[in-house]
């Protein structure tokens, strides 16, 4: 019997620990080479700079070359940057980007996408847990060769989506979470010409995601009042969710962003996860705009992205997918489509937040290993329970995290902070007995 070694947004856990130890590793190159490529073909291969990204990224080009794939190392580049590469790179058949993403040091995970740079269905990420999973014979080798000139191409990428865009004496602070875009954010946004203050850019491969970016813009905050910015941007790991800060010092999140990308674009149907809040759905009905909501995971808003063929999704969490310009969510993207709608509106990031009346919100995570749990009666009697001790329009919603060993208990309600809490208690203790 196989076991579901995907989550929200691929293959997740401890580094060393299988399936991302040596041996599984080998088994997913083997596995993404017989599920998109034949011998000769290539795949591109580019990772985070987390300590343990080298190792993985050497055993899944092992697996690779023994089945005959000639294999194009990219080196330290962005989710969404490698998915543009496999996109637009030499015919690649696929991309892999080895990253656990918002995650700690001691984290990392496989991400693959199609020829088209696209995330991969559920059905074939079925497929492809199956494969991992078996006995794949080796075929012939292939050849493994390094090309981190392909990042550049990515930068002018983002660039022409802005084209024109002169953000001349205008200051930003950006937080690069010591992961994959300290590097290119930067060149990025000197490109801008505006005067940038660039914050944990500086990847050891243990300080990724460490009291700084997406995950905690505390310090991204402060250095936005005290040196005065016009915006503060915010990136996770592997750059593929942004956060904000506007010029007050005030976290804006992705809710504000799809907001304000709809109505700059022209958008009249938005597709975003459970997670999002009431306020901004209410927001954006004020608007004439329609929201669609689907499961947790930027996977599942692209594939109604594709479904209905719409251009704007994303989650609650920086997840920002422009499906017509990259059909992945990239956290550097939305930042410079949301500069480029601020400068064409004339508002700042703080005014175009006023139109959005956020509904208090809080989550509290409670350990579990077992997630089935979740599905005994007692646990939904529980749940059922809950909602109604909500006060009206209150909102609660309970559910197993894909990618760490918790369930996330979110509220929605004027005094959400301690009714999470008081609900996480709860949780705690029925799940103890």
Same mark, same amino acid.
């Given at each position: 019997? $196989?076991?579901?070694l995907f989550?929200?947004?691929?293959v997740?856990?401890?580094?060393?620990?299988?399936?991302?130890?040596?041996?599984?590793?080998i088994?997913?190159g083997?596995?993404?080479?017989?599920?998109?490529?034949?011998?000769?073909?290539?795949?591109?291969?580019? *990772?985070?700079?987390?300590?343990?990204?080298?190792?993985?990224v @050497?055993?899944?080009?092992?697996?690779?070359?023994?089945?005959?794939? !000639?294999?194009?190392?990219?080196?330290?580049? $962005? #989710?969404?940057g490698?998915? *543009?590469?496999t996109?637009e790179?030499?015919?690649?058949?696929?991309?892999?980007?080895? #990253? @656990?993403?918002?995650n700690?040091?001691?984290?990392?995970?496989?991400?693959?996408?199609?020829?088209?740079?696209?995330?991969?269905?559920?059905?074939?990420?079925?497929?492809?847990?199956?494969?991992?999973?078996?006995?794949?014979?080796?075929?012939q080798?292939?050849?493994?060769?390094k090309? !981190?000139?392909?990042?550049s191409?990515?930068?002018?990428?983002?660039?022409?989506?802005?084209?024109?865009?002169?953000?001349?004496?205008?200051?930003?602070?950006? &937080?690069?979470?010591?992961?994959?875009?300290?590097?290119?954010?930067?060149?990025?946004?000197?490109?801008?010409?505006?005067?940038?203050?660039?914050?944990?850019?500086?990847?050891?491969?243990?300080?990724?995601n460490?009291?700084?970016?997406?995950? &905690? $813009?505390?310090?991204?905050?402060?250095?936005v009042?005290?040196?005065?910015?016009?915006?503060?941007?915010?990136?996770?790991?592997?750059?593929?969710?942004?956060?904000?800060v506007? !010029?007050?010092?005030?976290?804006v999140?992705?809710d504000?962003?799809?907001?304000?990308?709809?109505?700059?674009?022209?958008?009249?149907?938005v597709?975003?996860?459970?997670?999002?809040?009431?306020?901004?759905?209410?927001?954006?009905?004020?608007?004439?705009?329609?929201?669609i909501?689907?499961?947790?995971?930027?996977?599942?808003?692209?594939?109604?992205?594709?479904?209905d063929?719409?251009?704007?999704?994303?989650?609650?969490?920086?997840?920002?997918?422009?499906?017509d310009?990259?059909? #992945?969510?990239?956290?550097?993207?939305?930042?410079?489509q949301?500069?480029?709608?601020?400068?064409?509106?004339?508002?700042?990031l703080?005014e175009?937040?006023?139109?959005v009346?956020?509904?208090?919100?809080?989550?509290? !995570?409670?350990?579990?290993?077992?997630? $089935?749990?979740?599905?005994?009666?007692?646990?939904?009697?529980w749940?059922?329970?809950?909602?109604?001790?909500?006060?009206?329009?209150?909102?609660?919603?309970?559910?197993?995290?894909? #990618?760490?060993?918790?369930v996330?208990?979110?509220v929605?309600?004027?005094?959400?902070?301690?009714?999470?809490?008081d609900?996480?208690?709860?949780?705690k203790?029925?799940?103890?007995?």
């Amino acid at each position: 019997m $196989t076991k579901n070694l995907f989550g929200t947004d691929g293959v997740r856990g401890l580094a060393n620990e299988y399936p991302l130890d040596t041996e599984g590793a080998i088994h997913i190159g083997k596995a993404v080479a017989l599920q998109f490529a034949g011998v000769g073909d290539h795949i591109a291969i580019g *990772y985070d700079p987390r300590e343990s990204s080298k190792v993985i990224v @050497a055993s899944i080009c092992k697996g690779l070359v023994e089945m005959g794939i !000639n294999v194009i190392e990219l080196g330290v580049i $962005t #989710t969404p940057g490698l998915a *543009y590469t496999t996109r637009e790179g030499k015919n690649f058949k696929a991309g892999i980007m080895v #990253t @656990a993403s918002h995650n700690p040091y001691q984290y990392n995970g496989v991400k693959v996408f199609d020829a088209n740079g696209d995330k991969l269905s559920s059905q074939i990420e079925s497929r492809l847990n199956e494969l991992i999973q078996s006995n794949i014979e080796s075929l012939q080798t292939g050849s493994l060769d390094k090309d !981190n000139s392909l990042v550049s191409d990515y930068i002018n990428f983002l660039l022409g989506s802005v084209r024109g865009l002169d953000l001349s004496g205008k200051k930003i602070a950006i &937080d690069c979470a010591n992961g994959s875009a300290s590097d290119i954010a930067e060149k990025v946004f000197k490109s801008l010409k505006v005067d940038v203050i660039v914050l944990s850019n500086k990847p050891d491969g243990r300080n990724i995601n460490q009291n700084c970016g997406a995950t &905690d $813009t505390s310090e991204l905050q402060k250095i936005v009042v005290e040196q005065q910015c016009f915006i503060g941007i915010a990136f996770d790991g592997d750059a593929d969710r942004v956060i904000m800060v506007d !010029n007050l010092g005030r976290e804006v999140k992705g809710d504000y962003i799809l907001y304000i990308l709809a109505l700059a674009n022209g958008i009249k149907d938005v597709v975003a996860t459970v997670m999002s809040n009431i306020g901004f759905e209410k927001a954006l009905q004020n608007k004439g705009i329609n929201l669609i909501r689907t499961d947790v995971g930027d996977h599942f808003v692209i594939e109604k992205l594709k479904e209905d063929g719409l251009k704007l999704g994303g989650e609650a969490s920086g997840h920002i997918v422009l499906f017509d310009i990259l059909a #992945t969510g990239d956290g550097i993207l939305a930042a410079v489509q949301t500069l480029k709608a601020l400068s064409e509106s004339g508002k700042t990031l703080a005014e175009w937040c006023q139109e959005v009346r956020l509904v208090p919100q809080a989550i509290e !995570n409670v350990e579990l290993i077992d997630k $089935t749990i979740l599905e005994r009666a007692e646990i939904k009697n529980w749940i059922e329970s809950k909602k109604l001790q909500l006060p009206v329009n209150g909102r609660i919603l309970i559910r197993p995290s894909g #990618t760490e060993p918790v369930v996330r208990i979110m509220v929605e309600a004027e005094n959400a902070e301690t009714l999470a809490r008081d609900f996480a208690n709860e949780l705690k203790e029925l799940l103890e007995a």
